[in-house]
T-cell receptor
Framework: DTEVTQTPKHLVMGMTNKKSLKCEQH?????MYWYKQKAKKPPELMFV???????INESVPSRFSPECPNSSLLNLHLHALQPEDSALYLC?????????????FGPGTRLTVT | AQKITQTQPGMFVQEKEAVTLDCTYD???????LFWYKQPSSGEMIFLIY??????QNATEGRYSLNFQKARKSANLVISASQLGDSAMYFC???????????????FGPGTSLSVIP
């Protein structure tokens, strides 16, 4: 199973809402990632989890709160977002270590903040 | 700091023809790796091919091959016999080893939009 799943596929939320994005993989990968991607731009790294511990936070605003409850799941909690946060949010996973390990991406969640 | 350049914002290719997508990179690390990803309009990033800096031969995966010229710091993707389903964004990316950690960061180039014409 080389699949990374993400739910929901689409999300529309107001600036005062609280919502969560979910990501799941069953490939035994111990590194998981959140990326933000604006239209016609490359993905931008937000967070990296390694062995369920937050390893990188790329200066992401606190209205984005990641969580890794276990080795298969990764959540992104959203609160008080701004319209400029509207984007495609991609989750990825990979083997841990330095080498040729490609990242496997999920289909993404298209988020619209109104 | 590492950097990836893709100078072709958009490309067109006739169906069944070959196409080359350009990628140049800049790094001072002797050990690095280069990836190509495809992103259809649906949004999912699909891994295509990988080339390590110490690999002696150019990587190939089916219709995809990587023209790796280390001295010129280029890693161009060649797609042979283009198909309509190849229409997508293509990103060149480089892994950046994170010292004292167990993972690598991956940085992406700006991408090239490929359109295959029937």
């Amino acid at each position: 199973d080389t699949e990374v799943t993400q739910t929901p596929k689409h999300l529309v939320m107001g600036m005062t809402n609280k919502k969560s994005l979910k990501c799941e993989q069953h490939m035994g990968h111990r590194a998981m990632y959140w990326y933000k991607q604006k239209a016609k731009k490359p993905p931008e790294l937000m967070f990296v989890y390694s062995y369920e511990k937050l390893s990188i936070n790329e200066s992401v605003p606190s209205r984005f709160s990641p969580e890794c409850p276990n080795s298969s799941l990764l959540n992104l909690h959203l609160h008080a977002l701004q319209p400029e946060d509207s984007a495609l949010y991609l989750c990825a996973s990979s083997q841990v270590g330095h080498g040729s390990y490609e990242q496997y991406f999920g289909p993404g969640t298209r988020l619209t903040v109104t | 700091a590492q950097k990836i350049t893709q100078t072709q914002p958009g490309m067109f290719v006739q169906e069944k023809e070959a196409v080359t997508l350009d990628c140049t990179y800049d790094t001072s690390d002797p050990s690095y790796g280069l990836f190509w990803y495809k992103q259809p309009s649906s949004g999912e990033m699909i891994f295509l091919i990988y080339q390590g800096s110490y690999d002696q031969q150019n990587a190939t995966e089916g219709r995809y091959s990587l023209n790796f010229q280390k001295a010129r710091k280029s890693a161009n993707l060649v797609i042979s016999a283009s198909q309509l389903g190849d229409s997508a964004m293509y990103f060149c990316a480089m892994r950046e080893a994170q010292m004292k950690t167990s993972y690598d960061k991956v940085i992406f180039g700006p991408g090239t939009s490929l359109s295959v014409i029937p």
